[in-house]
């Protein structure tokens, strides 16, 4: 697959969980067997089973109405995206994903990621995002 090309489905996954807010237009955008890892908080999970009520009942209805991601800087190959990026929001809602187990706080949270994400068979087959949630923890003031 072109590096273009898996920068457009990436771009569609993005607008299925963020925009659209419909699982299945993200899910449409990986293979059966994919991947999704929320590395420092270790939810996330493998195979379109499992990540569909994930997206569907965790991931997706968390989001919160005042979240904005900037991508800093973005390498792209034919099989590999890493993205750096940052994320803006406020934590007004529940976020299990990101916040395990913390109740809206109202926070203004601003932290750096890196998002990687691998192809395979012309669709995504793993996605890594990493952050600093000592970073994050003392912006809730609970660190």
Not at 5 to 20: D, I, M, R, S, T
Not at 39 to 66: C, E, H, N, W
């Amino acid at each position: 697959m072109a590096a273009e090309e898996n920068v457009k489905l990436w771009e569609q996954h993005l607008v299925g969980e963020f925009v659209a807010k419909d699982v299945e237009l993200a899910l449409a955008t990986m293979v059966e067997d994919a991947t999704v890892m929320h590395m420092p908080t270790r939810s996330g999970g493998t195979g379109k089973a499992v990540l569909r009520p994930y997206y569907r009942d965790m991931f997706i209805p968390s989001i919160p109405p005042q979240w904005e991601h900037r991508v800093t800087h973005r390498v792209i190959t034919e099989e590999t995206i890493v993205e750096e990026a940052t994320l803006r929001l406020v934590h007004s809602k529940q976020m299990d994903w990101f916040l395990p187990g913390i109740p809206p706080t109202n926070a203004a949270i601003e932290v750096e990621l890196v998002i990687i994400i691998e192809f395979r068979d012309g669709k995504m087959a793993a996605e890594r995002i990493y952050w600093d949630q000592a970073a994050v923890l003392r912006q809730i003031g609970r660190l």
